[in-house]
């Protein structure tokens, strides 16, 4: 990973900082559910975006295939400062991410979004 120092960046940054995390945060849920397959919508569509604690169960919303509803219910709940989880509690969910390996491709590209979230501050 880049060698930020934080503490220097937040100075410099002051009150976008909030908008920096808020930024990363709906960075890499937009690259889990974008990448998450798509066959009926279900998958995509069951990813949930809460603030506080994981979601639990499921839902019935099928997406497109860009996942455009999950990621406009994570850009509306994701905070600046606060814990925000994205979780899909399909029965399979995790099976196919052990195939594909979204989550774990996804937060490899975070590194690069993070350093254009920084850029994109200063």
Aim: charged share 25%; aromatic share 6%; hydrophobic share 40%.
């Amino acid at each position: 990973m880049a060698n930020i120092n934080i503490s220097a960046w937040a100075e410099q940054t002051g009150e976008r900082l909030g908008e920096a995390s808020k930024g990363i945060k709906l960075s890499l849920f937009r690259l889990i559910i974008t990448d998450t397959r798509f066959e009926t919508g279900r998958l995509k569509g069951n990813w949930q975006t809460s603030t506080g604690s994981p979601a639990v169960g499921t839902i019935e919303r099928l997406d497109d295939e860009r996942g455009t509803a999950a990621i406009a219910e994570a850009a509306a709940t994701v905070t600046e400062f606060g814990v925000d989880y994205l979780t899909n509690n399909l029965p399979y969910a995790k099976k196919w991410d052990d195939v594909d390996g979204v989550v774990d491709k996804s937060i490899a590209r975070l590194e690069r979004n993070i350093q254009e979230v920084v850029n994109d501050l200063t």
